[in-house]
């Protein structure tokens, strides 16, 4: 394969679908009429073939026929038993440790709350909290929150947005004043993947407790949280998990820390027997009470289908395939003359590389409009990148190039 202007990429991307052995489950999501290209299945998955049956079927005789017996019989239980599905699929985790309910954003407060708490009760000088400043605007906003609420100190890491926190940087800020460090597996602009298993045996030499934000790397990039034993992690379902429009978020925390920490959403859904409807609030055992209110039964539908299907394709494959249609959009941009002034703002390495790729050029926000009225979506991240989102089961590899075609179209 020589590579350069002269590459037929098209030819290149039909060898590699041809030689993809989960080229199979690209036909396993709904067709989307009109799109040429979906580079966004990182902010928003595709709907798994299957899913509006499925939903028809939950309506007409889940709930339509069970009706309120449909909570004692099964839905009760949906938020362990599908944490315990994601967890099983995508986050290296044993069953117990994993619920499904809220939003990621009110799921990270109440799991940064709660570590927090438990740190400056354990030892009132333990005050500090680690966040980077190119973390994603929701967690820089509720460790704020949480800061002011706790009366504790925010640490900032000064993360490079072309790539993103490194082991040194964590070292550097460590300390007997270390509470909770909350930060992102994979950066949402950059795709930068931090080293978790190091970084979280620093934090725990320090005497701190970590909590990892899973949103863009939970079904694209195995996940350990058992093996290099993670505190707690929270996450979303719809972007590579496919659970649709604000499908409820996930958290995990081990086992270990079961017993000691509270949330602070003191819901009857997360208390020991919550239909005695008795006088105070006690939590049930184990990750049950991470729940508060009544569980988003309906919106677990779609993902407990989408789940089963990654489950099926398996993570590791998942990432072979994540690393090879990065590879193939990486080596295309570099195939485009200088002149044209487009940059990789992602990290070369496999080691640190999700599965998504951020390219830059001043004029990105026009080209980008103009690419989704082609049907090419991409996502724009100001001010002037590119965000490629290749999601593996639902991208083939002439996606990927068909897709930069187009991109390329507009820049001469
Ligand atoms: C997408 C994303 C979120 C979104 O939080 P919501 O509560 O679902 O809106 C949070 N954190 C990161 C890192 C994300 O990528």
Redesign the pocket.
């Known amino acids: 394969m020589t590579e350069g202007s002269g590459t037929d990429w098209m030819a290149v991307a039909a060898d590699l679908d041809a030689a993809d052995p989960l080229a199979g489950f690209v036909d396993r999501f709904e067709p989307a009429e009109g799109v040429v290209a979906y580079f966004d299945g990182n902010?928003l998955g595709r709907p798994v073939r299957g899913t509006a049956h499925e939903l028809a079927r939950f309506v007409q005789q889940d709930w339509g026929t069970r009706l309120i017996r449909g909570w004692d019989e099964a839905w009760m239980r949906w938020p362990e038993e599908t944490g315990d599905l994601v967890a099983d699929a995508a986050l290296g985790a044993a069953p117990g440790q994993t619920v499904v309910a809220d939003?990621?954003?009110?799921l990270?407060y109440k799991v940064l709350r709660a570590l927090a708490d438990a740190q400056v009760t354990a030892a009132p000088d333990r005050t500090q909290i680690v966040v980077d400043t190119d973390?994603?605007p929701?967690?820089r906003y509720v460790a704020e929150g949480v800061v002011a609420e706790r009366g504790m100190e925010l640490v900032w890491i000064e993360a490079d947005p072309a790539s993103g926190v490194t082991v040194d940087q964590v070292d550097a800020v460590l300390g007997e004043r270390t509470a909770v460090v909350l930060l992102?597996h994979v950066a949402?602009r950059s795709g930068f993947l931090a080293d978790a298993a190091t970084i979280t045996r620093r934090v725990h030499a320090a005497g701190g407790l970590v909590l990892w934000?899973l949103?863009?790397s939970a079904g694209s990039v195995p996940i350990e949280l058992d093996a290099w034993d993670v505190d707690a992690a929270v996450g979303?379902t719809?972007?590579y998990l496919n659970g649709g429009p604000g499908s409820p978020?996930f958290a995990y925390l081990a086992q270990r820390h079961h017993a000691t920490v509270r949330q602070p959403i003191q819901g009857w859904m997360g208390r020991r027997d919550p239909f005695l409807m008795g006088p105070g609030y006690e939590p049930a055992p184990g990750v049950r009470s991470l729940v508060s209110g009544t569980p988003p039964v309906v919106g677990m539908v779609p993902l407990r289908l989408s789940v089963a299907q990654l489950a099926e394709a398996g993570i590791e494959a998942v990432r072979t395939k994540s690393l090879a249609l990065t590879d193939l959009a990486w080596q295309i941009v570099e195939s485009w003359p200088a002149e044209l002034g487009v940059s990789i703002a992602s990290p070369r390495d496999h080691a640190r590389r999700g599965g998504h790729l951020t390219i830059r050029r001043h004029d990105f926000a026009d080209v980008n409009a103009r690419l989704w009225e082609q049907g090419v979506i991409p996502d724009f991240r100001a001010p002037d990148g590119l965000r490629l989102g290749l999601a593996p089961l639902s991208t083939s590899f002439t996606e990927v190039a068909t897709g930069l075609q187009a991109v390329r179209a507009h820049l001469a």
């Open positions: 902010s939003s990621t954003t009110v990270l973390n994603f929701t967690d992102s949402y934000d949103c863009h979303c719809y972007k978020a």
